[in-house]
């Protein structure tokens, strides 16, 4: 599943869908993004964005990545685990249309 993201259509992501035998779930175009991993990528985004020398080579930053990692507190991981049911029923409550939050 995808968020039909144009970087998830190009030839070559299709291409290896196809060569992995994977079938692409449709996802209407509208569909709530109820994954927390997206509030981990902001999480590491902002301490980042934080850093007194922020990375500048690719080298750099994947070590900085794997330092905030290391660093992010168990309890926001909890949290965002514990909130799942919170969100689907409020997804359920909207119909999947706009969640208030």
Do not use: K
Not at 1 to 10: K, L, Q, V, Y
Not at 57 to 86: F, K, V, Y
């Amino acid at each position: 599943m995808d968020d039909n993201a144009p970087c998830h259509r190009t030839v070559a992501a299709e291409q290896l869908l196809e060569s992995e035998d994977i079938e692409r779930m449709d996802c209407p175009s509208r569909s709530p993004d109820l994954n927390p991993i997206e509030h981990v990528w902001e999480f590491l985004g902002r301490r980042l964005a934080a850093r007194t020398l922020p990375p500048v080579t690719i080298r750099e930053l994947r070590l900085a990545l794997q330092d905030e990692w290391a660093e992010m507190p168990q309890q926001l991981i909890d949290t965002l685990i514990l909130s799942m049911g919170r969100r689907c029923e409020t997804c359920l409550a909207v119909r999947g249309d706009h969640i208030p939050y």
